[in-house]
């Protein structure tokens, strides 16, 4: 360490004159780090007693320490971005515009009777979403898009930052847990998709819906134009399914840089690219894909819109909160959580509420009514249609015969189903397990308890708005025997990571706080010191009549403790990604229907597609086997009336009486009565044994001579 001084009139030599900076209580290095760890092992110790499934009293004591302890430690570190103070709105629309743009987008909306998109009615209804949009963009200050984007060409060049490469090399972890073996995992259907599949197929046949059948349309639409590519089968729903999985890690990463800094979103990124949960949900299919992305979409823009205060970004916040209405039926809560979110931050900024503000938040919710609009009016038109999932919840509530526990213990068990006992359905989840992983559950309780406590300051208040009102959907469609729905509440998820993505980088902000504060007291220790050599180091005095300068250099000492944290750090993500890869490809793999992840659907269709004539397949009905349906979407069939199925298998009667030529049969196993039959009718034909993973017959298929 070097330095040169004026020493004349020195009065800062000694350590007790010295302040650390606010907040690390004047703990040195060595103490901030063993505090921060010791949270950390708490934390650990805690999801470890929760894993072993023996009650939930120890292990949610210990995280409650881990995070107070960790709030206190803190509770000073900002790591925040600011939240607005600066910014000024420059760029006031003409409302007489925006109300005609938007006005004739909702006349547009007159078109769409009988639950239909129509030509004219589209292009009223986007034309005057573009046109509020546009003007909007071009009241803004400064140069436009494509200025800017010249203007770093010409100062940058080919120049790409670091963390443009860091977020790709994270979006190819992410690819690889999305992408691996997609076309075998998950391989059965279920009765979901295969409505999803021909949902899509009308959308490819021209006829454009505003709400399918229990179903909203967006996730069919998206897949509708993948099929254009790539055509229409049980791959495209999944590969669909995967790409907004992993466009959700881009936005999230967007939202980390903008609420906190660029190493929180690509944290944040990362951690999103290895979450259990999520990896199953994006390979999933499900419309529940769209509910993470939408929910961080929705967080960035209100977010982004408060930090910049400019209208263009209150209207993307309303057409991403319209847009989410055709997503899945959990973002119905956003407008909750939107009216909640704006009260906390209002709340917490009092002097910053002006009657712009106000303004700007009335044109989000109008752009975000237009938005929705064809599906508000087909909930209105239909609205037993369009509720019925809630309209079901409602029955089955009513036909209990036991009493109900009641909402706060149904909100409870949901937050239970992050690091304790999570959903049932092993079609989306290993039964029971939690939907975080190990790494980033205890990360996640910590940076909660961060958040809590300064939910002053930055964004925190919309970022705890969003964790604990979006796990509200899980909790009310829960039954009394029910395990929390890891769809119903996956709008939580993005907040769940971003949390988790706090911590570490808090303890290296703490650290280097602490150390730029022990390497000045140790500064002072060393300027009194009037030896021309200081414990390896050199020292220059040079002296004058009237003044007195002091030259020291010494090596700074070694501090090991950020090191310690980066190894931590390291083995961390890296058990992170080992428990991901084995709790799905490996444990998911295990559970999945029809059993171990095998789909007799897929196999009779791959059996029957190798054999080559339909016309000459027939299947002989055994009870809870498989869906017809499935076999008919793996065979990629169009025509529902394709039914080569067999009741009775008798000599005298179709279809053994009208055969001519080779035929194939597909029989249970169980069915030992027309493997008989097939045999004494066919003495020359040959059952071939197909088999489940676990060794035993799936079916048989005869083929005969």
Same mark, same amino acid.
């Given at each position: 360490?070097?330095?040169?001084?004026?020493?004349?009139?020195?009065?800062t030599?000694?350590?007790?004159?010295?302040?650390p900076?606010q907040?690390?209580?004047?703990?040195?290095?060595?103490?901030?780090a063993?505090?921060?760890?010791?949270?950390?092992a708490?934390?650990?110790?805690?999801?470890?007693?929760?894993?072993?499934?023996?009650?939930?009293?120890?292990?949610?004591?210990?995280?409650? #320490?881990?995070?107070?302890?960790?709030?206190?430690?803190?509770?000073h570190?900002?790591?925040?971005?600011?939240?607005?103070?600066?910014?000024?709105?420059?760029?006031?629309?003409?409302?007489?515009?925006?109300?005609?743009?938007?006005?004739?987008?909702?006349?547009?909306c007159?078109?769409?009777?009988?639950?239909?998109?129509?030509?004219?009615?589209?292009?009223l209804?986007?034309?005057?979403?573009?046109?509020?949009?546009?003007?909007?963009? &071009?009241?803004?200050?400064?140069?436009?898009l494509?200025?800017?984007?010249?203007?770093?060409?010409r100062?940058?060049?080919?120049?790409?930052?670091?963390?443009?490469?860091?977020?790709?090399?994270i979006?190819?972890?992410?690819?690889?847990?999305?992408?691996?073996?997609?076309?075998?995992?998950?391989?059965?259907?279920?009765?979901?998709?295969?409505?999803?599949?021909?949902?899509t197929?009308d959308?490819?046949?021209?006829?454009?819906?505003?709400y399918?059948?229990?179903?909203?349309? &967006?996730i069919?639409?998206?897949?509708?134009?993948?099929?254009?590519?790539?055509g229409?089968?049980?791959?495209?729903l999944?590969?669909?399914?995967?790409?907004?999985?992993?466009?959700?890690?881009?936005a999230?990463?967007?939202?980390?840089?903008?609420?906190?800094?660029?190493?929180?979103?690509?944290?944040?990124?990362?951690?999103?690219a290895?979450?259990?949960?999520?990896?199953?949900?994006?390979?999933?299919a499900?419309p529940?894909?769209?509910?993470?992305?939408?929910?961080?979409?929705?967080?960035?823009?209100l977010v982004?819109?408060?930090?910049?205060?400019?209208?263009?970004?209150?209207?993307?916040?309303?057409?991403?909160?319209?847009l989410?209405?055709?997503?899945?039926t959990p973002?119905k809560?956003?407008?909750?959580?939107?009216?909640?979110?704006?009260?906390?931050?209002?709340f917490t900024?009092?002097?910053?509420?002006?009657?712009?503000?106000w303004?700007?938040?009335?044109?989000?919710?109008?752009?975000?009514?237009?938005?929705?609009?064809?599906?508000a009016?087909?909930?209105?038109?239909?609205?037993r249609?369009?509720?019925?999932?809630?309209?079901?919840?409602?029955r089955?509530?009513?036909?209990l015969?036991?009493?109900?526990?009641?909402?706060?213990?149904?909100?409870?068990r949901?937050?239970?189903?992050?690091?304790?006992?999570?959903?049932?359905?092993?079609?989306?989840?290993?039964?029971? *397990?939690?939907?975080?992983?190990?790494?980033?559950?205890?990360?996640?309780?910590?940076?909660?308890?961060?958040?809590?406590?300064? +939910?002053?300051?930055?964004?925190?208040?919309?970022?705890? *708005?969003a964790?604990?009102?979006?796990?509200?959907?899980?909790?009310?469609?829960m039954l009394?025997?029910d395990?929390?729905s890891?769809l119903?509440?996956?709008?939580?998820?993005?907040?769940?990571?971003?949390?988790?993505?706090?911590?570490?980088? &808090?303890?290296?902000?703490?650290?280097?706080?602490?150390?730029s504060?022990?390497?000045i007291?140790?500064?002072?220790?060393?300027?009194?010191?009037?030896?021309p050599?200081?414990?390896?180091?050199?020292?220059?005095?040079i002296?004058?009549?009237?003044?007195?300068?002091?030259?020291?250099?010494?090596?700074?000492p070694?501090?090991? +403790?950020?090191?310690v944290l980066?190894?931590?750090?390291?083995?961390?993500?890296i058990?992170?990604?080992?428990?991901?890869?084995?709790?799905? =490809?490996?444990? =998911?793999?295990?559970?999945?229907?029809?059993?171990?992840?095998?789909?007799?659907?897929?196999?009779?269709?791959?059996?029957?597609?190798?054999?080559?004539?339909?016309?000459?397949?027939?299947?002989?009905?055994?009870?809870?086997w =498989?869906?017809g349906?499935a076999?008919?979407?793996?065979?990629?069939?169009?025509d529902?009336?394709w039914?080569?199925?067999?009741? #009775?298998?008798?000599p005298?009667?179709?279809?053994?009486s009208?055969?001519?030529?080779p035929?194939?049969?597909i029989?249970?196993p169980?069915?030992?009565?027309?493997? *008989?039959?097939?045999?004494? =009718?066919?003495?020359?034909?040959?059952?071939?044994?197909?088999?489940?993973?676990?060794?035993?017959?799936?079916?048989?298929?005869?083929?005969?001579?």
């Amino acid at each position: 360490m070097a330095g040169f001084s004026d020493t004349s009139n020195n009065d800062t030599a000694h350590p007790s004159k010295w302040q650390p900076s606010q907040g690390i209580w004047r703990l040195r290095p060595v103490h901030m780090a063993m505090a921060a760890f010791i949270c950390l092992a708490i934390a650990w110790a805690a999801q470890r007693s929760l894993d072993r499934q023996r009650g939930t009293t120890t292990g949610v004591l210990a995280y409650a #320490v881990a995070a107070v302890i960790f709030a206190l430690l803190m509770r000073h570190t900002a790591i925040e971005t600011k939240n607005g103070e600066e910014a000024t709105a420059t760029a006031t629309p003409s409302y007489t515009m925006l109300a005609i743009a938007l006005g004739t987008a909702l006349l547009g909306c007159l078109d769409f009777g009988d639950n239909q998109f129509r030509p004219l009615g589209v292009v009223l209804w986007i034309g005057g979403l573009f046109a509020a949009m546009l003007h909007l963009r &071009l009241i803004l200050p400064g140069d436009s898009l494509g200025h800017r984007i010249k203007a770093w060409w010409r100062e940058k060049g080919l120049w790409v930052p670091v963390h443009w490469l860091l977020l790709a090399a994270i979006l190819l972890v992410g690819a690889w847990f999305r992408f691996h073996l997609l076309h075998e995992i998950p391989a059965d259907l279920g009765p979901d998709l295969i409505y999803h599949y021909y949902d899509t197929l009308d959308i490819l046949e021209g006829k454009y819906h505003i709400y399918f059948p229990e179903r909203e349309s &967006l996730i069919f639409y998206c897949t509708a134009l993948c099929a254009r590519f790539i055509g229409l089968s049980q791959f495209t729903l999944h590969f669909t399914s995967a790409l907004v999985g992993l466009a959700t890690i881009v936005a999230l990463y967007c939202l980390g840089r903008e609420m906190f800094d660029e190493q929180i979103g690509l944290l944040a990124a990362f951690l999103l690219a290895i979450n259990r949960w999520h990896i199953a949900l994006s390979r999933s299919a499900y419309p529940a894909v769209f509910t993470p992305l939408f929910a961080t979409l929705l967080l960035y823009t209100l977010v982004r819109a408060l930090h910049r205060r400019q209208f263009l970004d209150f209207a993307w916040a309303g057409m991403i909160l319209g847009l989410g209405f055709y997503t899945y039926t959990p973002f119905k809560a956003s407008p909750l959580f939107i009216v909640i979110a704006l009260g906390l931050y209002f709340f917490t900024r009092r002097r910053m509420v002006t009657p712009l503000l106000w303004r700007q938040v009335l044109v989000m919710f109008a752009v975000a009514v237009v938005v929705l609009s064809p599906v508000a009016r087909f909930a209105m038109e239909r609205p037993r249609d369009y509720f019925v999932r809630e309209l079901v919840t409602l029955r089955l509530k009513r036909e209990l015969t036991e009493p109900e526990p009641g909402l706060l213990t149904y909100y409870w068990r949901s937050v239970l189903g992050l690091n304790y006992f999570g959903d049932g359905t092993s079609r989306w989840n290993v039964p029971g *397990a939690r939907h975080m992983g190990f790494v980033s559950g205890m990360l996640m309780v910590l940076g909660l308890g961060y958040a809590l406590w300064r +939910w002053r300051h930055g964004y925190n208040s919309i970022l705890l *708005a969003a964790w604990f009102i979006l796990i509200l959907p899980a909790a009310l469609g829960m039954l009394p025997r029910d395990t929390p729905s890891s769809l119903r509440m996956s709008g939580m998820l993005p907040p769940a990571v971003l949390l988790a993505a706090l911590p570490l980088p &808090l303890i290296a902000r703490a650290l280097q706080q602490a150390n730029s504060y022990d390497g000045i007291v140790q500064t002072g220790q060393r300027e009194e010191n009037a030896s021309p050599w200081v414990e390896g180091g050199i020292s220059l005095t040079i002296e004058s009549p009237t003044k007195r300068y002091a030259w020291t250099w010494q090596p700074r000492p070694l501090n090991i +403790w950020p090191l310690v944290l980066i190894v931590i750090t390291t083995w961390l993500l890296i058990f992170e990604v080992r428990e991901a890869n084995r709790f799905y =490809f490996q444990e =998911f793999v295990k559970t999945a229907p029809d059993r171990a992840n095998y789909s007799n659907a897929r196999e009779i269709a791959r059996e029957i597609e190798h054999y080559g004539n339909l016309q000459s397949v027939y299947i002989k009905v055994w009870k809870f086997w =498989f869906d017809g349906s499935a076999l008919r979407v793996n065979l990629r069939l169009k025509d529902h009336n394709w039914e080569p199925w067999v009741t #009775v298998l008798d000599p005298q009667q179709p279809p053994l009486s009208t055969i001519q030529g080779p035929a194939l049969f597909i029989v249970h196993p169980d069915d030992q009565q027309a493997l *008989a039959t097939l045999r004494a =009718f066919f003495p020359h034909g040959v059952a071939l044994p197909r088999y489940y993973p676990d060794g035993s017959v799936s079916f048989y298929a005869f083929y005969t001579d």
